[in-house]
């Protein structure tokens, strides 16, 4: 299918776990994102990724780690799991910045419970 | 840096009233504005978008015209409907990098 999915949509995990969300995209936009969502806060951007292989850090990095070995690909791990990470996670990726106005696309997102 | 501020919420309003969404910025360097909307339940979508200076987005039956003298982008509908309950968010993005910064958003409830 067309887009940008990620998986799983629901996942409760314990305190110390690690764990993996991930986000796939058909299109091959040069760029994709990691956001988490959270009341009062709207979204934050977690990294960010310019191509394979060129990760950044965005707003609020810490605690996780991302990798991009394919363009489509683009897994967030959270090492070690803590309740603050309690979150909707978002998953976006858009084309490279030739255009001022480039729309970014979003997954369905990732409800995360740390319990 | 760079920062979005958008009106508090919730708002609730009737069906066919006029709507209003403020929302102003800060950027370091010249930046493209958007509306995102989410739907319960989903993911994100471009509602509208302006690249420049004056320039009114539209979709919908939304408008919001880039005002750089003020800094803001507010979001206008002029009869809104009951469908149109979702989630709002404004955010920039600097022409020079890919990421979004977004606001906190605001939650409309459009009642019949």
């Known amino acids: 299918d067309a887009g940008i999915t990620q998986s799983p949509r629901y996942k409760i995990t314990e305190t110390g776990r690690q764990v993996t969300l991930m986000c796939h995209q058909t299109w091959s936009h040069s760029y994709m994102f990691w956001y988490r969502q959270d009341l009062g806060h709207g979204l934050r951007l977690i990294y960010y990724?310019?191509?394979?292989?060129?990760?950044d850090k965005g707003e609020v990095p810490d605690g996780y780690v991302v990798s991009r070995s394919k363009t489509e690909n683009f897994p967030l791990t959270l090492e070690s799991a803590t309740r603050s990470q309690t979150s909707v996670y978002f998953c976006?990726?858009?084309?490279?910045?030739?255009?001022?106005?480039?729309?970014?696309?979003f997954g369905q997102g990732t409800r995360l419970t740390v319990v | 840096g760079n920062s979005v501020t958008q009106m508090e919420g919730p708002v609730t309003l009737s069906e066919e009233a006029f709507l209003t969404i403020n929302c102003t910025y800060t950027?370091?360097?010249?930046?493209?504005l958007f509306w995102y909307v989410q739907y319960p339940g989903e993911g994100l979508q471009l509602l509208l978008k302006a690249t420049k200076a004056d320039d009114k987005g539209s979709n919908k039956g939304f408008e919001a015209t880039y005002r750089k003298e003020t800094t803001s982008f507010h979001l206008e509908k002029g009869s809104v409907q009951v469908s149109d309950s979702a989630v709002y968010f404004c955010a920039l993005r600097i022409a020079s990098y890919g990421k979004l910064t977004f606001g906190q958003g605001t939650i409309l409830t459009v009642h019949p």
């Open positions: 990724s310019a191509a394979a292989d060129i990760t």
């Open positions: 950027a370091t360097g010249y930046p493209s």
């Open positions: 976006a990726s858009s084309e490279a910045q030739k255009d001022r106005g480039a729309e970014a696309f």
